[in-house]
Structure formats: structure tokens, C-alpha cells
């Protein structure tokens, strides 16, 4: 990092620089800590608006929501992070015990302090957030029985006429129950982070899905096949396009208006301008684990692709470019939990929205 050009944070209409601690080489990268200064913006001496800060009658305090896995990295290791903390901002930081949902309390004599200490916490729970393994994801399932009935078809038609093909192998393909659009993925923490993606869907269906989709299913296609990366020799992940019969843009519309909102909810990160409808049929990941869902989100999901065998799509895309696997309806967007499933083999819901 350019310490003249220092990473810039933006939280409750702030923006704060980070400063990288230089850490000995030998230090795991779990064991490496941040540390953040306030930059132009900080409000240690002027009141701030992004919270609440509570007169005591001992001086003031702070109260903040945080999900338990995310107190660790207030504490620290051997509470080094929290004592510095304490010590830098003249506060006392209160955490509940590991496991147990609750807030953090910061106090102190002094109302600058008090904001100090909470400013430079959200910014470390924003950055270790952002390193966190997804945890849900908005998608539409595509599983209905005529579907799953083409995609088997497909398999095994790929593997009677390409399995001599590099890398091509029956580990490689999606659980038919399992069929989906992914639309975006999520770290949700505890429950009171679910409930937060719930209400913000049923929010989104009254401000617009309702109109766009008319209060009826969408009615998709699902057809022909395409890879994601620029050589079909080596391919890692081959989806199954995705568009309106009617040829209409609403699907296109929904999905980039819903991952719009949850963006700037802060639930989600902005990765693409569009969301890039495709449903994943074959992935390298399924190779050596048939659970693991396509990693969309580049901060969260992370996979070591160097594992990845990949496979020669060449084949399979000359003789199934085409391949028609049928129409869907589309009637809810789900808050699907990844690792899980329900009593029908998809991904266990946390919420939805319904189009009718």
C-alpha cells in the first residue's frame, strides 16, 4: 500500500484512512492486526450524527450492535486490541462473553473519547467483516422437476460424448436440487442480521417488485451453456443462460434494483455494475467438495484456485452451446442459507419474497 495514498473507509458519511501496523514476517495473517486512524473526518471534537451517544451520570457512553463472532477482533489477541483501545481513547469497553449475543458498551469521562473508541471499532468490524466466508445468499431456485429432468439429461448425455475430454468427470456437475440464479451473497452474523435481510426483501417488494413483476411469476427460459473464464480449454465454472420468454428486461431489472438496495443497506458488497444471470451446471469446486456453491463475492468466498483442476469445455460447448433445458416460474426470490437443505434438497430458506 502507498503510505502517501493510504486506503480510504467511508462509514456513516465519514471517510477514514488505514493505516497498516508492519507486522515481523513470521506472524500468521490471523495474528496480523489493523490499526485505524480517524482521517479529515473524524468527529472526536465535534458532535456526530452517525450515533447516539447517551449523558451518564458518570460521563457518557455508546452502545453498538455486534454480532459474537465479529468480538475477537476487538479484543484481540491476549485483549492487546481492546487494551489499546481503552488506553488511547481514555474509555472502558465493555464485550459479552464469547457466544453470547449482546452490545458493546463504551465508556467514558469524556464525549470525544467515547466517539473516538466507538469510530475506530466500526472500522475494524467493517474490515474483518469483509473477511468473513458468506454465510446467505439472495437466490431464485431453479429446481422445479421438468428442469432437473433436462439437466440429468445433459449429464449424461456430456458424459457419454465428452468424458475422454481433460478433466471432465461426473463430480463436476451441480446437485440438480439445487439449480439456482444466485443474485448476491451475504455475511449474516446472528439472527438479528437475518431478520434485517427479511424485512429489507419485503420492503423491496412493496417499493418496486411488485410493480416491475405485476404481482404475477416471471415466466424464464433457461437455455444454451457458456464458461466464465477466456479460454473454453480451461475451464473452472459452465452456467446455463437465463432470460425472460417474452423478452422483456424485468428478471435483469430485479435483480440489479434488489442487489442495489441490499448494497446500500451495507448487507452486501458492490461487485458489479449488473448482476450476471447465469445458473451454474458445472464448477471445479464440486470436484472435491459436491457442497461448495460458486464463490461470487471475491471478498467473502474465498477458494484457492491454484486447487482447481480444470476441465476442457471445448468439446461440450461445440456439441450443447444450445442446449435447451426449458421454462421455469419464477415466483419468489429467497434468502437462502448456504451449506443446508430443506425437505425438497434446495438450500434452506431464511426468507422470501413472493411475486403474487
Request: proline residues 4%; contains cysteine; hydrophobic residues 35%.
Amino acid at each position: 500500500m502507498d503510505v502517501l495514498r493510504p486506503t480510504l473507509i467511508r462509514i456513516g458519511g465519514r471517510v477514514y484512512r488505514k493505516n497498516l501496523i508492519q507486522e515481523p514476517a513470521y506472524r500468521r495473517e490471523e495474528e496480523e492486526e489493523e490499526d485505524f486512524r480517524a482521517g479529515p473526518g473524524d468527529c472526536a471534537d465535534e458532535p456526530c450524527d452517525a450515533f447516539v451517544v447517551e449523558e451518564t451520570e458518570k460521563g457518557f457512553q455508546c452502545r453498538v450492535d455486534v454480532p459474537s463472532p465479529l468480538y475477537k477482533y476487538i479484543i484481540g489477541k491476549k485483549g492487546e486490541t481492546k487494551k489499546r483501545l481503552e488506553t488511547e481513547t481514555r474509555t472502558s469497553i465493555s464485550i459479552p462473553k464469547p457466544g453470547v449475543e449482546g452490545e458493546i458498551v463504551i465508556t467514558g469521562q469524556h464525549r470525544s473519547g467515547v466517539i473516538s473508541a466507538r469510530t475506530r471499532i466500526d472500522v475494524l468490524l467493517d474490515s474483518f467483516r469483509k473477511k468473513q466466508p458468506f454465510t446467505h445468499f439472495l437466490s431464485f431456485a431453479l429446481n422445479q422437476p421438468a428442469i432437473q429432468e433436462s439437466f440429468l439429461q445433459f449429464k449424461e448425455q456430456v458424459l457419454e460424448k465428452c468424458s475422454k475430454d481433460h478433466g471432465v468427470s461426473s463430480s463436476l456437475f451441480q446437485n440438480p436440487a439445487k439449480l439456482h440464479l444466485t443474485l448476491g451473497t451475504l455475511v449474516l452474523l446472528n439472527e438479528q442480521e437475518i431478520r434485517k435481510a427479511c424485512d429489507l426483501l419485503q420492503r423491496c417488494k412493496e417499493d418496486f417488485v411488485d410493480r416491475i413483476a405485476g404481482g404475477k411469476p416471471l415466466t424464464v427460459e433457461v437455455a444454451g451453456v457458456e464458461y466464465m473464464n477466456d479460454d473454453p480449454a480451461m475451464t473452472d465454472v459452465l452456467y446455463a443462460k437465463v432470460q425472460m420468454k417474452d423478452g422483456s428486461d424485468k428478471l435483469q431489472v430485479i435483480a440489479d434494483q434488489l442487489v442495489e438496495r441490499f448494497v446500500a443497506s451495507g448487507l452486501m458488497l458492490k461487485e458489479w455494475d449488473r448482476v450476471k444471470l447465469h445458473a451454474t451446471v458445472m464448477n471445479t469446486l464440486f470436484r472435491k467438495d459436491p457442497s461448495a456453491e460458486e464463490q461470487n463475492n471475491t471478498m467473502t468466498g474465498k477458494s484457492s484456485f491454484k486447487e482447481r483442476e480444470s476441465f476442457n469445455g471445448r468439446n461440450i460447448l461445440k456439441l450443447f452451446g444450445n442446449f435447451y433445458f426449458g421454462e421455469v416460474q419464477l415466483d419468489s426470490v429467497r434468502l437462502s442459507q448456504r451449506f443446508s437443505s430443506d425437505a425438497s434438497g434446495y438450500y434452506a430458506t431464511s426468507g422470501q419474497l413472493t411475486f403474487s
